[in-house]
Each structure stands twice: as structure tokens, then as C-alpha cells.
């Protein structure tokens, strides 16, 4: 390891370097006074400021946006780099040089109490709001922090369990979120998960955190620990983990300077870590002195997030064209969060708001007629029959009814996972109640994931609000009275029920250990993969108009390597709104070597059309967007082969689609020992030709009458099947150690040649 060059690292002394490496606080990393360096600040987020370490002790009063389901919702990358640096405004003003955010662990499963603050089932959406999200937040000089780094995807035992994921898996739907904002953003900071990953804590894994993280993606900041996710403080340092937070009142501190001491932990492996922490500092001082505190006015971010909620919420469900209200309509507001509006999860990213909206006022300021029963509290497993008389009675003498439904803390927070994908049972009665005197109703959702709708199918309209932060009430009234038009499109599927989705037999844990067994299936993949129909699919969502594509056009018809895809089509708004849409491409390789989901997302573009209006939406794909992760050589391969482009407006929903020939100098990989089998070696593009001739050889030759008379395709199979070393010692096969090993030979120089 090569020397520290940074003279301030030589000048400390080892308590010194051991102190800079863990918490002076809550929320601090600790100065070196002597040698003039700072502290930094942090704070929760991700989806707002949530500041608890001010002088008093009184959480500063901030903008909460959407959560994470809803930015990712908004699939709009413009609008997430502007919450970004509208929350990093915010944290300038108030003296924070690190957001704790944004978090883009992968939605596994819907149960998952943490959803709320996860972008996506989906790696590419995730890791392109993530890096949207950095970019924002970093041109303000306050630094980002990814989070949990890695396969943190269950609240439950979160601090012991074991995340047994295989390579594949891990790169290709867990990973490769953290990888794109990684490169494309450059986060100053990540922050490793508390659990284990294969067998080894976050906090010691020296395969994601330097080998992975460093090594392959080029991450140059410092890595910091969960707090209290710290398993063995020598150990997180050499494999690569900086900074444990919370303080641990200096006894980890000597046990680094200690190990050094005792030759257990080499200096220079310390030096690197302080120097990446100082590498931090400096580039929070540099970024500060150059970019200068943004305005603030609270009010104008306010107004902002009411933009930013109507974005990210989904319309599910619009049958008749109930939505928008009509106005001079009666319209019953009914239902617990109504009037007591969630805005935003449980746990460590909960955000003081400055101002919350509340739907009833809002709806009341924009209707002429709004009549309100609450008709059950939010929390209840059974109705009350007074609420729910009076409920009914609203319901009934209105021309409309919107009820508004969700999660309540209770059921959806971070540190537990949910039990069920079911609303409370009170909703649900409050809701039958309801639609059995008013069929012109609407729901409206409340919630941080997706729940069962055993009602969906009598219910006209559904409006998924999400937890859309503290101007969710106005951007719902916006919405419902169509003063803006709904163009947001689910970031995850619903499923019908808990029971359909592919992670159901391994969440949560057993005994500590959660199996990813359903492997690169996750979420839409594996519904459009095994032909599994769902509520309703990613990508869903409507508006208040309707659109055509056609024209699907590629730049060439075929790709060979080095050479990218420029892939288009036409898109035009047919009716009479102005409205968005997100045009969604997929690519799916079904006839591989290897078998891959049915389809992949690998673009997404929102546009804005007026009525008439026709658009030409371009997207680029290149190499990555057709590989796979190859666990065998640990990189990303393509597959030569036809691959299939489809794009349309969720992922089943598909508007055009067309096969486009790629050509590519990556070979699978193949084992050439004696354990191979000839259908293995035939499956090899440059070693299909060589074993197609010596099976052809070997059928001829005389063998085994019994063989044959166990029929013509069992001896066929035999011969294609039975690993090499073993043909060689049957009698009558016709073949001996020699062969194997000439065969050997032979599939060596094809693929040297």
C-alpha cells in the first residue's frame, strides 16, 4: 500500500487518526483541533430535512416532499434533481454538510415496512432517481449518502439476519441501483446496511465495500456505518468502512489504536481511511466556498412540493371518466385520513414539517358542496357503528363519494415489517358500507406500498396519493378537480395478494436468514416471466387523456460490439387535455444460453403533449443494456442473439415492439475438466461445431445393445448428458481417459483460435 501523501494525516498522532473515524456525536464526525479540521454535520432525510440537532433541541421546521415511492413514481428525472436541490437549500441554510440519502434499496417485497422509503422494484428506475436525486443535492454543496448498501430489503431482524443472495442475483437487481448513481453522481458517502450479506456483516464486507464499491465503480468518498451497525471495528476498516456512527464514546477508538499497536491492523490501512474522510471535508469546504448558500422561502418550497405530490401520485382507476369531479356536484368526503392526512412514514426519515395540507380543507376550498364523516378511525380492526352510520347517511344523500383509505404508523414504519397486505378491517367495512348506497365512488390511498383490493372491482375510481409529504392535501385536490392531470405510473406492481408474489415463501426470515430464492425474478419480472396477472402491473397509470404510438424505428438492424442502439418512436396525445406520459422500453433475450426475465426496463422518458399534439421520444441503448451479470467471470456479458424491444405504457401494456440482432464478442463461460458434458460443450457458439461432429461419430459407432433398446432419444440423452470422465470408464461406450482429455484439447484450441 502506497505511503499518505496528505501531510495532515502524518502530522496526527494514532489517537487522532483512530478519533476521526467514529462519531463525536449523533450527528457529528469529530475535529482534529489542533490541526485545524472541522466537523462535519449530517442529518436524517431522505426525502426532506429532518434536523434534531439544532441548539435547543427543537427539530428545525422543513419542506417534507414525497417519499421515496412517489419521487420514483413521478419517473421524471428533471423534476427529482430539483427536489434535490431544493432540499439541499434547505439544509444549507441550517448549517448540514451531509443529507443521510436517498435510500434505493430494491422493493423485494411488498411487506417490506421500509417501502415507503425505497424508489422501485426495479433497478434502473431506482438508480436513475437516485442519481437525479445526488445531482440535485450536491450542486448545493451539501454532500449525499446512498443507502443501505447492500440486499437491506426486510426490517425484521434487520440488525442479525443474513441476506443468502447468489452473484447474479445481487448485481443484477440489488446492486445495480447503488452501481448507476455511483458512477453517474458520485455520491460523497454511502452508508452500509446492518445486515449480514452471505454469511458477513455489511460493516466487514470487504467484497462489496472495496472490491465492488471501489475497485469496479469508482466510489471515492467514505463509507459510514447504519448506526449501531458496527460488527468489528478493525475489520470494517480494512475492508473499507470509514466512519462509524453513531460516537461510541472512544472504547472503539482503542481498539484501532490498539490493533495497530499490536500489528494486528496495519497503519497504512488507517491512513487510507482517514484520508478518505478528510477527502470529504475538503470537498464539503471547497463545494461551500464556491456555491453560495441558496435562498430559502419556505412558502415557495411549499408550493413546489404541492407540484412535485401531484406528480407522483396514480391514477389506478377511472371508469365512466368519474375523475375529474364535476363541479356543482354534492361530494361526501369520507374516511379517516380525510381530515387526519399521512404524509409521510415512520421512523428515522419523518420531517418536521413547516405546513401540512389538509385533503378536506383543500377540497372545500375548490368544491361548492363538501359534506365530511369520518366514518372509522385509521387505526381500528372494528367499525364503529355511530362513524359508520353517519358515514353511510353522507355517503348516501351526495352525488359522489371520495374515500380516503391507507396505512396507518402502526401497520407501516420503519424498524417492522407488515404482516399483511390487507387495509384495516374497519376501512374495508367503512368502504362496503359506503359503495353499497353510493356506486360513484372514488378512493383515494394513503399509503407507503401497495395493499389487496378485493374492492377494486366495484369501485369506478382509485387514486394511489402514496405518502405524498406536507402538500399531499393540496396536490389530492389538485388532482380530483382536475386543476392538474394525473401522470404518475407505479415504480412496483400490485399484486392480487400477498400469496402471488415471488419472495412469499422466503419473507421474512427463517431463522435469521432470508433466502433470496426467487433470484432475479423480483417484481414484474417474474409476473410477466411466468405469465402472472396482477392488479395492477409497473409502469401502470392513467390520466385524463389518452395517447398513440407508432413509428418504432432503430438505427440499424443489427449491433455488433463497441456500438450503441438509437431506438424511436412517435408518440401523440388523442384526446382533449393537455397530459403527461411515461414511455417505458423494455428488452427481453427469452432464447439465451442463459434464462433471462421476459423483460427488463432499459429506458423511460416522460413527456408533456397538448390535445393533437405529436412527439418523437428517442432513447439509446448500449452494450449493459442487453447483458447479464456473469457470476462465473465477475462482469457483465451480452449474449449474441436476437433480443426483443417493446415499448408501451407499463409493462404490459406494450404498444410496439420489434427483434433487433446483436452480435458480441463476450463468450459464455464453460468448464473444460473432466466433468463436463457434451450438451454443455455444445451449447458453446465456438464448440458447437467441433461437438456436433464427434457426436455424430459417437452415434454412429457401435455401443451398448441395451442401450438402444431403452429407445432411440434415451440413448440420445445419455450421450449428451453423462459427464465425460464418466463415459470414459462404460463399457461399450467407445470411448477412454485418452478421448476425454483429446476432446479437452481440442475445445481448447477452439476457443484460443
Not at 384526446?575 to 434464462?595: I, M, W
Not at 450438451?679 to 451398448?704: C, I, K, S
Amino acid at each position: 500500500m502506497n505511503e499518505t501523501v496528505d501531510p495532515r494525516v502524518q502530522a496526527m498522532t494514532l489517537d487522532e487518526k483512530a478519533s476521526l473515524l467514529s462519531g463525536l456525536d449523533g450527528w457529528h464526525t469529530k475535529p482534529v483541533k489542533r490541526l485545524g479540521i472541522p466537523s462535519l454535520l449530517m442529518t436524517d432525510g431522505p426525502h426532506g430535512m429532518r434536523l434534531s440537532a439544532t441548539p435547543d433541541g427543537i427539530p428545525a421546521p422543513a419542506t417534507a416532499f414525497p417519499t421515496g415511492v412517489g419521487l420514483a413514481a413521478s419517473w421524471n428525472i428533471g423534476l427529482i434533481e430539483k427536489v434535490g436541490r431544493t432540499i439541499g437549500a434547505e439544509c444549507r441554510r441550517s448549517g448540514v454538510d451531509l443529507l443521510l440519502g436517498p435510500a434505493l434499496n430494491i422493493k423485494r417485497s411488498p411487506l417490506c415496512g421500509r417501502n415507503f422509503e425505497y424508489y422501485a422494484e426495479d433497478p434502473w428506475l431506482a438508480g436513475n432517481i437516485a442519481a437525479a436525486f445526488v445531482r440535485g443535492l450536491q450542486s448545493t454543496g451539501v454532500g449525499a449518502c446512498l443507502k443501505h448498501y447492500a440486499l437491506n430489503n426486510m426490517e425484521k431482524n434487520r440488525q442479525n439476519s443474513d441476506s443468502v443472495c447468489d452473484r447474479r442475483t445481487m448485481h443484477e437487481i440489488y446492486l445495480s441501483a447503488f452501481e448507476r448513481a455511483v458512477r453517474e453522481s458520485k455520491p460523497w458517502t454511502v452508508m452500509c446496511s446492518y445486515n449480514k450479506i452471505n454469511g458477513t456483516f455489511a460493516a466487514d464486507h470487504h467484497y462489496l465495500m472495496t472490491e465492488v464499491l471501489r475497485d469496479t465503480w469508482g466510489f471515492d468518498g467514505f463509507v459510514m456505518t447504519d448506526w449501531g451497525a458496527l460488527n468489528d471495528r478493525v475489520e470494517a476498516v480494512r475492508a473499507g468502512v470509514e466512519l462509524e456512527m453513531p460516537a461510541s464514546g472512544g472504547a472503539t477508538d482503542r481498539e484501532l489504536v490498539e490493533a495497530v499497536e499490536s500489528g494486528k491492523l496495519e497503519e497504512a490501512v488507517l491512513d487510507r481511511a482517514v484520508e478518505r474522510v478528510l477527502r470529504v471535508i475538503d470537498q464539503r469546504d471547497q463545494a461551500q466556498a464556491v456555491i453560495p448558500a441558496p435562498a430559502v422561502d419556505l412558502a415557495d418550497h411549499h408550493r413546489f412540493a404541492r407540484q412535485v405530490a401531484a406528480e407522483c401520485m396514480v391514477l389506478l382507476k377511472n371508469e365512466g371518466a368519474l375523475l375529474p369531479l364535476a363541479l356543482g356536484k354534492t361530494v361526501a368526503v369520507i374516511g379517516p385520513f380525510a381530515d387526519r392526512v399521512r404524509v409521510q412514514g415512520g421512523g428515522s426519515s419523518r420531517v418536521p414539517c413547516w405546513q401540512t395540507d389538509v385533503p378536506l380543507d383543500e377540497l372545500r376550498k375548490r368544491l361548492p358542496d363538501v359534506r365530511h364523516a369520518p366514518g372509522c378511525d385509521a387505526d381500528a380492526e372494528q367499525a364503529d357503528p355511530d362513524l359508520l352510520d353517519r358515514a353511510v347517511r353522507t355517503a348516501a344523500e351526495a352525488d359522489i363519494a371520495v374515500v380516503f383509505l391507507g396505512l396507518p404508523d402502526r401497520i407501516e414504519s420503519e424498524g417492522y415489517d407488515r404482516s399483511d397486505m390487507r387495509l384495516p378491517a374497519a376501512q374495508e367495512e367503512l368502504l362496503s358500507a359506503v359503495l353499497a348506497v353510493q356506486p360513484e365512488t372514488v378512493v383515494v390511498l394513503m399509503n407507503g406500498s401497495p395493499v389487496e383490493m378485493p374492492w377494486a372491482d366495484r369501485v369506478p375510481a382509485v387514486l394511489e396519493a402514496y405518502l405524498g409529504g406536507s402538500a399531499a392535501g393540496g396536490a389530492i385536490a389538485d388532482l380530483l378537480t382536475g386543476r392538474i392531470a394525473p401522470s404518475g405510473r407505479l415504480a412496483e406492481s400490485f399484486p392480487f395478494c400477498m400469496e402471488h408474489n415471488p419472495s412469499y415463501l422466503h419473507f421474512p426470515d427463517e431463522d435469521r436468514t432470508v433466502q433470496y430464492a426467487e433470484g432475479v425474478y423480483a417484481g414484474y419480472r417474474y409476473y410477466t416471466t411466468c405469465k402472472t396477472a396482477v392488479r395492477f402491473p409497473f409502469g401502470h397509470g392513467l390520466g385524463y387523456t389518452t395517447f398513440a404510438y407508432s413509428r418504432l424505428r432503430f438505427s440499424q438492424v443489427a449491433l455488433l460490439e463497441g456500438e450503441t442502439l438509437t431506438v424511436s418512436c412517435r408518440v401523440r396525445n388523442t384526446g382533449d387535455r393537455t397530459g403527461g406520459e411515461v414511455v417505458q422500453l423494455y428488452v427481453s433475450l427469452c432464447a439465451g444460453l442463459v434464462r433471462r426475465p421476459e423483460r427488463e426496463l432499459k429506458g423511460f422518458a416522460k413527456i408533456e403533449l397538448a390535445p393533437g399534439e405529436e412527439q418523437e421520444v428517442t432513447f439509446t441503448l448500449d452494450k449493459r443494456s442487453f447483458s447479464r451479470y456473469d457470476a462465473s467471470r465477475e462482469c457483465w456479458v451480452a449474449d449474441s442473439g436476437v433480443y426483443t424491444v417493446r415499448i408501451g405504457s407499463s409493462c404490459t401494456d406494450i404498444r410496439l415492439e420489434a427483434g433487433v440482432a446483436v452480435y458480441s464478442t463476450d463468450r459464455p463461460a464453460v468448464r473444460l475438466d473432466e466433468y463436463v458434458t457434451l450438451e454443455e460443450l455444445a451449447a458453446h457458439p465456438d464448440l458447437a461445431p467441433l461437438v456436433e461432429a464427434e457426436v455424430a461419430r459417437l452415434a454412429a459407432a457401435p455401443r451398448d445393445p441395451g442401450l438402444d433398446a431403452m429407445g432411440e432419444g434415451f440413448a440420445h440423452a445419455v450421450l449428451m448428458t453423462t459427464p465425460l470422465r464418466v463415459m470414459a470408464r462404460h463399457p461399450g461406450s467407445r470411448t477412454d481417459r485418452a478421448w476425454v482429455e483429446q476432446l479437452l484439447a481440442a475445445c481448447r484450441d477452439a476457443l484460443e483460435t
